[in-house]
């Protein structure tokens, strides 16, 4: 389980899930992290690239 914990984390934060040819993308990145790449990513959908930042409210 140890190998795969950096996918899975990857996995949850950008909120990666299959849905026939497609990848739904629904991030949620913590504002202690600024953002999470992720390029190239292989399935059904091709290869796709995914982005996500944090959203921090500002004074």
């Given at each position: ?48 690239d995914t982005l996500g930042r944090s959203h921090t409210e500002?004074?």
């Amino acid at each position: 389980m140890v190998r795969r914990s950096p996918l899975l984390f990857l996995r949850v934060m950008l909120g990666l899930q299959p849905h026939g040819d497609h990848l739904i993308v629904e991030t949620f990145i913590p504002p202690s992290i600024d953002g999470i790449e992720l390029l190239g990513i292989p399935g059904r959908w091709g290869a796709m690239d995914t982005l996500g930042r944090s959203h921090t409210e500002k004074p």
